[in-house]
């Protein structure tokens, strides 16, 4: 596996996660902690698609 695919993977997992979290704050639950691990897991995906080239 790529850096750009191994971004692509992180992207998807932190895109879901945070919609789950975003879904999760607004009802009861604990939604904070998987928002925040979602954009992070979000953000950090996004930096290895950028810096990993070609």
Same mark, same amino acid.
């Given at each position: ?5 191994? &971004?692509? /993977? !992180?992207?998807? #997992?932190?895109? #879901?996660? %945070? ?6 704050? #607004? ?8 928002? /925040?691990? &979602?954009?992070?897991? !979000?953000?950090? &995906?996004?930096? /290895? $698609?950028? %810096?990993?080239? $070609?």
């Amino acid at each position: 596996m790529n850096n750009s695919s191994l &971004g692509v /993977v !992180l992207m998807s #997992v932190g895109a #879901v996660a %945070t919609v789950a979290g975003a879904l999760m704050y #607004v009802l009861p639950g604990p939604g904070l902690p998987v928002l /925040v691990v &979602g954009l992070a897991l !979000l953000a950090g &995906g996004a930096a /290895v $698609r950028i %810096t990993g080239g $070609r």
